[in-house]
Nanobody, 115 residues
Protein backbone atom coordinates (compact mmCIF):
# COMPACT_ATOMS: atom_id res chain seq x y z
CA UNK A 1 0.00 0.00 0.00
CA UNK A 2 1.34 3.40 -0.99
CA UNK A 3 2.24 6.02 1.58
CA UNK A 4 1.80 9.70 0.83
CA UNK A 5 3.93 12.41 2.43
CA UNK A 6 3.08 16.08 1.95
CA UNK A 7 5.63 18.88 2.25
CA UNK A 8 6.30 22.43 1.18
CA UNK A 9 3.87 24.38 3.32
CA UNK A 10 4.76 27.52 5.21
CA UNK A 11 3.77 31.07 6.00
CA UNK A 12 3.55 33.65 3.24
CA UNK A 13 2.10 37.08 2.72
CA UNK A 14 -0.93 37.62 0.50
CA UNK A 15 0.12 37.50 -3.12
CA UNK A 16 2.95 35.09 -2.39
CA UNK A 17 3.62 31.63 -3.79
CA UNK A 18 4.31 28.15 -2.48
CA UNK A 19 4.86 24.78 -4.10
CA UNK A 20 3.57 21.74 -2.29
CA UNK A 21 4.88 18.23 -2.92
CA UNK A 22 3.25 14.87 -2.33
CA UNK A 23 5.73 12.03 -2.46
CA UNK A 24 4.43 8.49 -2.80
CA UNK A 25 6.22 5.18 -2.45
CA UNK A 26 4.28 4.21 -5.57
CA UNK A 27 1.37 5.76 -7.45
CA UNK A 28 -1.62 4.79 -5.28
CA UNK A 29 -3.84 4.07 -8.25
CA UNK A 30 -3.50 3.84 -12.01
CA UNK A 31 -7.26 4.32 -12.29
CA UNK A 32 -8.21 7.17 -10.02
CA UNK A 33 -6.91 10.72 -10.27
CA UNK A 34 -4.64 12.15 -7.61
CA UNK A 35 -5.94 15.15 -5.75
CA UNK A 36 -4.94 17.93 -3.43
CA UNK A 37 -7.38 18.66 -0.63
CA UNK A 38 -7.42 21.28 2.08
CA UNK A 39 -9.12 21.77 5.40
CA UNK A 40 -9.41 25.15 7.03
CA UNK A 41 -10.23 25.51 10.74
CA UNK A 42 -13.89 24.84 11.36
CA UNK A 43 -14.54 23.79 7.78
CA UNK A 44 -14.90 20.53 5.94
CA UNK A 45 -12.09 19.13 3.87
CA UNK A 46 -12.45 20.11 0.22
CA UNK A 47 -10.88 19.05 -3.05
CA UNK A 48 -8.95 21.89 -4.67
CA UNK A 49 -7.29 20.18 -7.64
CA UNK A 50 -6.99 16.79 -9.28
CA UNK A 51 -4.95 15.21 -12.04
CA UNK A 52 -5.52 11.97 -13.94
CA UNK A 53 -2.77 9.54 -14.91
CA UNK A 54 -3.00 10.98 -18.44
CA UNK A 55 -2.50 14.53 -17.18
CA UNK A 56 -6.01 15.96 -17.32
CA UNK A 57 -6.60 18.47 -14.54
CA UNK A 58 -9.53 19.98 -12.69
CA UNK A 59 -9.69 22.80 -10.17
CA UNK A 60 -12.09 24.20 -7.65
CA UNK A 61 -13.46 27.55 -8.76
CA UNK A 62 -11.83 29.24 -5.79
CA UNK A 63 -8.31 28.37 -6.99
CA UNK A 64 -8.75 28.26 -10.75
CA UNK A 65 -6.14 30.42 -12.47
CA UNK A 66 -3.97 30.59 -9.35
CA UNK A 67 -3.09 26.96 -8.57
CA UNK A 68 -1.53 24.38 -10.86
CA UNK A 69 -1.39 20.66 -10.18
CA UNK A 70 1.22 18.53 -11.88
CA UNK A 71 2.73 15.08 -11.56
CA UNK A 72 6.19 13.65 -12.06
CA UNK A 73 5.48 9.99 -12.79
CA UNK A 74 9.14 9.02 -12.61
CA UNK A 75 9.32 10.34 -9.04
CA UNK A 76 5.78 9.34 -8.01
CA UNK A 77 5.34 12.91 -6.87
CA UNK A 78 2.38 15.25 -7.27
CA UNK A 79 2.88 19.00 -6.98
CA UNK A 80 0.63 21.92 -6.28
CA UNK A 81 1.99 25.27 -7.39
CA UNK A 82 0.09 28.00 -5.57
CA UNK A 83 0.37 31.59 -6.76
CA UNK A 84 -1.41 34.79 -5.77
CA UNK A 85 -2.18 33.29 -2.40
CA UNK A 86 -5.01 34.77 -0.36
CA UNK A 87 -5.75 34.62 3.37
CA UNK A 88 -8.68 32.31 2.60
CA UNK A 89 -6.20 29.76 1.23
CA UNK A 90 -4.98 29.20 4.78
CA UNK A 91 -5.51 25.52 5.59
CA UNK A 92 -3.83 22.18 6.04
CA UNK A 93 -3.25 20.68 2.60
CA UNK A 94 -3.38 16.94 1.94
CA UNK A 95 -2.98 14.71 -1.07
CA UNK A 96 -4.96 11.56 -1.75
CA UNK A 97 -6.69 9.81 -4.58
CA UNK A 98 -9.95 11.22 -5.90
CA UNK A 99 -12.21 10.00 -4.47
CA UNK A 100 -10.07 9.74 -1.34
CA UNK A 101 -9.07 6.48 0.31
CA UNK A 102 -9.13 6.67 4.08
CA UNK A 103 -5.82 4.85 4.54
CA UNK A 104 -3.94 7.40 2.43
CA UNK A 105 -4.62 10.44 4.59
CA UNK A 106 -1.30 11.75 5.89
CA UNK A 107 -0.33 14.54 8.25
CA UNK A 108 -0.76 17.22 5.65
CA UNK A 109 1.22 20.41 5.34
CA UNK A 110 0.15 23.73 6.84
CA UNK A 111 -0.23 26.77 4.60
CA UNK A 112 -0.75 30.12 6.30
CA UNK A 113 -1.37 33.28 4.31
CA UNK A 114 -1.24 36.38 6.44
CA UNK A 115 0.15 39.88 6.41
Amino acid sequence: QAQLVESGGGSVQPGGSLRLSCAASSRPSSIYPMGWYRQAPGKQRELVASITSSGSTNYANSVKGRFTISEDNAKNTVYLQMNSLKPEDTAVYYCNTHPPYRNYWGQGTQVTVSS
